[in-house]
């Protein structure tokens, strides 16, 4: 640190780092993880180019005004599509107002645990999927915990107080995000167990169904990224940037008899 005549700083360099690393890792770690911090809802092919039929790559831009928006863009250079990208919220709001069309009742609900049977298996697999991301995520914050345990006791008692406490504080939070992923990885080992309790119950089917464009709007992009990804197989992009949803089963059967019912093209 620069010298600033009889000023006594309140910790020293060494503690200074330390703090630094605990908060953000590393300086070299710091530029990397900065680039990891955006995440891109419907990533990885989730939304495609109905022209080439190409995965469309989202993005961040920022318009004339200095607003930044959600973008997806086809980058398949043969591809003869006019307009190359659209805009995320064309999407989004796209689902929500499909989503709004639908009501679902009592006959949907009874449709839909005789069409479960048929697609139990993909549901199983989706749970064991679940299982597997859940024990990895879980792994790694077990692994930062040791790591913040280890550097928790080497500070020793007279560590600055700022250092203990912060580092204290974060153990906590580690703590208590174990033991919630552990809970749900334990209620996916007893829907696995008993597969038929993967059939959801008719007031939280009806509640579910009915509340998804809400739930939707109000979600974060993770969250939007985990529903749409429940419902839907992918979006298909037209050449007038207009989207088309292909619905997951039971979603596709049960859409269908919503959209008959309501005489809803």
Known sequence: MRDYGNFKPMITEDEYNA?????????????????????YPFAHGFVRCDVCGGAMVPG????????RYLYYRCTNKGCHRVQKSVR??????????ELNHLKFDEKHYQE??????KYSSEVLEGF???????AGTRSAKQKRLEELSDKYISLGKDANATIRQRLSSEIDVLNKQVEDLTRQ?????????????????????????????????????????????KMLLNTVIDDK???????????????????????WG
């Open 241 to 263: 940037n207009s989207p088309s949803f292909i619905w997951k089963e039971p979603f596709a059967t049960l859409i269908e008899l919503s959209k008959m019912h309501l005489g």
């Open 88 to 97: 995320g919220n064309t999407i989004f709001n796209s689902l929500y107002d």
């Open 112 to 117: 839909y645990v005789k069409t479960f049977s």
């Open 128 to 134: 064991r999927k679940d299982k597997r991301s859940l």
């Open 19 to 39: 703090v630094q690393e605990i908060n953000y890792g590393t300086p070299k770690a710091i530029s990397s993880r900065k680039k990891r911090l955006t995440y």
């Open 185 to 229: 990885i334990k209620e996916l080992d007893e829907k696995l167990k008993n597969s038929d309790k993967a059939i959801v119950s008719r007031d939280e089917f009806l509640n579910t169904l009915n509340n998804l464009a809400d739930k939707m709007k109000s979600g974060d992009a993770v969250e939007k990224d985990i529903l749409a990804r």
């Open 60 to 67: 961040a831009s920022k318009s004339k005004s200095g607003t």
